[in-house]
């Protein structure tokens, strides 16, 4: 009976163990380049059990099926399916890029370039890259090490980044999220305060220079940069962050996801919180950001995902620009600002900015077959906010406490107010906010069909409406008990409130109609393709201040402006590791809102606003070997009858304009890039880029004519091989990773910058001779970091350090040029000295 009893135990420890027992799954994700990819999705088929990869590109989880298949995925590359039976280390597994793994997004698998498939240059920055490098940075200053870009903090107010492309400035550097348009659709800029919190839902981001590889009808002169957002994850868990740095700088933020569920459904929503002192004087920020995800798989051929982020944020900002004796001889040294203020004991931000940017979409993606899809956006986005500023009698705001770099006495305007309110008198200065409140709603749809084995058909629309609501209100009357306006015909000598309009009120209304079509040709080595693309941009203006209700010139009639563009390109994949492509390409833009609509008024309007056009071609190499992936690019790009608009008066006293025609520029360049792996534990990166962009040549005596042809104005512009200005035309980086021991990583970057022209219009330069604009002094800065992964009890956790300019260097970063174009006369912007970060991040 002990014997049997013996026997039964074994045999029941060994249906246990059998039934408990867990098939433990290891691998490393890399790219084509044998790069890791951080965040790659591991799942076995059919279930909902898996791991995403760590930021060498490693995963390792346990499953309780004996056998079966994984799917390894991730944003932009090919899905894999590899078979296991028992535990099993895959080793090694390489991705290919692919649009087709874009379906998650729409329209991004028409805007997103594949490597040594699309005939364009490109760099594709991934999540824990932005994760490693951004710290307290802004998000341009993710890119500052990618060919052709200039990134600054600009005032260095939080979210007040800038970002040139080939010294193009965002006007005509096209911005998408998920292959949406972002640009302002009055004047085509980008406000990246407005996504100041994009960086904790980016997937990855891809900056296409030049042409670039979308589709719709955007025409962006220096590039695209594509931002994918965060997908809902297939795997249930999520994460937790925190972090502090320099200035006060805080921030926490938290992603859950509840995975693929048995009904189709996933959910996966982020949120985070960000305050700080600022580095600059009176540049106190508070920002928060959110992200929501809802995907539904309806069958196998229809899915729906519902996706909403946007960050709300209040910061303070340093407007004005200042001489650099101003900087050296101020007790804050590079940190004055002269923008700020003191009440009541209380820090009071005179120039500041508030805003919320919300973007919903709903996309629908429709496989009709296996060889045609339809893929479909609704999107609607809301802003409301605007920026701080001063208004009444500005000489009162020049009283400081103490010497003129000290802050503006506040209380000084708080007594005379009051005061004027005892003798029935209204506030003589006041605190204001000029907003930009809109309204935006798309429809983008794409459709794709393959008409053989090799030959593609991509066609699609892009339809926009746009409504901006732009006006002054009171924010402070600063102890007055009212402030008196007579700017509102319908409302004249009013005595406004805090909350109240004044100064302006008016609305832009812009609409836009574009399609796109393209056709691609495909084989093993050769990708070409041409795209058409041409839109309709309509704007319309409405004044509620300047004119009575009952004038039908409150509203003006719309005006059209066609715009189209025609570009092909092909790509020689001519080894296993070389390709050369080049592409070619041609189009007109609109012109924008302002230079239809000028003095503010619905009177004086540029009905014949001329069309800029751009021609731009471009050629380059790449190499992709096991230890050395590298890129060569030369550039052209020719931009004729560049935007410049002369007002004048006619003989009779009316108002006239005139389009001067034949202002041009040249941009041509060099480019070169490289990553480096000579083992596992070390990756070296670098890249230079070698601008050279001027004005190509003088306007002499150009005659503007009036309505009736009589002579009334003669313009004269000698600008013929100066530089472009307000970007660094010289920029180089270096850098390495280096894996100090098993998920510990030290990093150290170099950026080198020189050619900084200071900002000048080029409507200055009106005589023989005129001189360059001052070139400000060439800099290199070096940033650093350490990463160390770890487990905290059973979850990853990452812990980052990151020290940016780490030499404490003192440079300029921005600059306008002064009277004589000497480092005397110009108004500069410092950059930041040495700041620092350190954030944890643990994963559920």
């Known amino acids: 009976m002990k014997k049997f009893k013996n026997w039964l135990m074994v045999a029941m420890f060994i249906t246990t163990s059998t039934l408990f027992a867990q098939t433990k799954l290891t691998g490393k994700v890399v790219d084509e380049t044998n790069q890791p990819l951080p965040g790659s999705s591991v799942v076995v088929k059919g279930t909902s059990t898996g791991a995403s990869s760590d930021f060498d590109g490693n995963f390792t989880f346990e499953t309780s099926a004996a056998n079966g298949t994984i799917v390894v995925s991730f944003v932009g590359y090919e899905s894999k399916s590899i078979a296991f039976n028992g535990s099993t280390d895959f080793g090694t597994i390489s991705l290919k890029p692919s649009a087709e793994a874009l379906d998650e997004i729409v329209i991004t698998q028409t805007s997103f370039a594949i490597d040594r498939k699309t005939p364009v240059a490109v760099s594709t920055i991934k999540a824990d890259v932005i994760e490693n490098k951004l710290g307290s940075q802004e998000f341009p200053e993710i890119l500052k090490s990618t060919p052709g870009v200039y990134a600054t903090k600009s005032g260095g107010g939080f979210g007040d980044g800038r970002l040139n492309l080939r010294g193009f400035n965002s006007e005509n550097v096209a911005v998408m999220i998920n292959g949406v348009p972002v640009n302002d659709m009055e004047n085509g800029r980008v406000y990246w305060s407005n996504w100041a919190g994009l960086a904790d839902v980016t997937s990855a981001m891809q900056v296409q220079r030049g042409l670039g590889a979308s589709k719709v009808a955007v025409p962006s002169i220096g590039g695209t940069v594509n931002i994918l957002s965060k997908t809902t994850d297939v795997t249930k868990g999520g994460s937790v962050y925190t972090a502090v740095g320099n200035d006060g700088y805080q921030k926490y933020g938290v992603t859950l996801s509840t995975g693929l569920l048995d009904n189709g459904y996933a959910v996966t929503v982020s949120a985070s919180k960000t305050t700080g002192d600022g580095y600059v004087d009176g540049t106190e920020f508070n920002g928060a950001n959110y992200f929501v995800n809802i995907s539904k798989q309806i069958n196998e051929n229809h899915k729906l995902s519902l996706t909403s982020f946007g960050a709300p944020q209040r910061h303070g900002q340093r407007q004005s620009r200042s001489l650099i004796s101003t900087y050296r001889n101020s007790e804050r040294g590079i940190k004055y600002n002269p923008d700020w203020g003191i009440k009541n004991g209380q820090i009071v931000h005179v120039e500041d900015n508030f805003y919320h940017k919300s973007q919903t979409s709903l996309n629908h993606y429709w496989t009709i077959s296996d060889k045609t899809s339809l893929s479909t956006a609704l999107y609607a986005s809301w802003g409301t906010g605007g920026g701080g500023g001063k208004a009444g009698n500005y000489s009162l705001f020049d009283v400081r406490l103490g010497n003129s770099d000290q ?8 007594n005379i107010n009051k005061t004027n309110g005892t003798l029935g008198l209204g506030s003589e200065a006041i605190l204001r906010a000029s907003r930009n409140d809109h309204s935006w709603f798309g429809l983008l749809s794409t459709f794709k069909t393959d008409i053989n084995d090799n030959l593609s058909f991509i066609g699609g629309i892009d339809l926009r409406t746009y409504t901006g609501e732009h006006f002054r209100e009171i924010t402070d009357l600063l102890g007055g008990n009212y402030y008196l306006d007579n700017s509102d015909v319908n409302n004249p000598n009013v005595a406004l409130g805090v909350g109240d309009k004044f100064a302006y009120h008016n609305d832009g209304e812009v609409g836009w109609q574009g399609l796109f079509t393209q056709l691609e040709y495909n084989t093993d080595n050769v990708s070409t393709f041409i795209s058409a693309a041409v839109s309709n941009t309509s704007y319309r203006r409405i004044d509620y201040f300047n004119y009575l209700d009952s004038d039908p010139l409150q509203t003006t009639d719309k005006y059209n402006f066609a715009g189209y563009s025609v570009k092909g390109g092909i790509n020689y994949n001519f080894t296993e590791t070389q390709n050369v492509f080049a592409n070619i390409g041609y189009f007109e833009k609109a012109p924008e809102f302002g230079a239809v609509f000028l003095r503010y008024d619905n009177e004086h309007i540029n009905v014949n606003a001329e069309n800029q056009k751009i021609f731009s071609v471009e050629l380059g190499y790449g190499l992709r070997g096991d230890k050395l992936a590298a890129n060569i690019n030369l550039y052209s790009t020719q931009w004729n009858d560049r935007t410049l608009i002369r007002t004048f008066q006619n003989p009779d006293g009316t108002f006239g304009t005139a389009n001067i025609t034949g202002v041009n520029a040249l941009h041509q360049g060099v480019e070169v890039d490289f990553t480096y792996r000579p083992s596992d534990k070390f ?18 005596n150009v005659e503007i004519y009036d309505d009736e042809q009589n002579l009334v104005n003669t313009v004269s512009l000698y600008i013929d091989g100066l530089k472009v200005s307000d970007a660094a035309q010289t920029t ?24 900084l022209y200071a900002q000048y219009d080029p409507n200055d330069r009106g005589i023989q001779g005129a001189p360059q604009a001052w070139k400000a002094p060439s800099v290199g800065l070096f940033d650093a970091s350490i990463r160390h992964g770890f487990k905290f009890g059973s979850f990853d ?15 300029i970063s921005d600059a306008i040029d002064g009277a004589d174009s000497s480092a005397q006369t110009a108004l500069v912007w410092y950059g930041y000295g040495r700041t620092f970060n350190i954030s944890a991040k643990i994963k559920f």
């Not at 802050?407 to 708080?414: H, R, W």
């Not at 956790?797 to 440079?811: D, L, P, Q, S």
């Open 407 to 414: 802050p503006m006495d506040l209380d000084y305007i708080v």
């Open 683 to 700: 990756t070296f990166t670098g890249m230079l880029s070698l601008g050279n962009w001027e004005w190509a040549n003088n306007l002499e």
């Open 732 to 755: 180089a980086a270096l850098g390495f990773d280096y894996e100090l021991m098993e998920k510990t990583h030290f990093t150290v970057d170099y950026n080198f910058f020189d050619d």
């Open 797 to 811: 956790a990452t812990v980052t350090a990151r020290m940016n300019n780490v030499f404490n260097t003192e440079y």
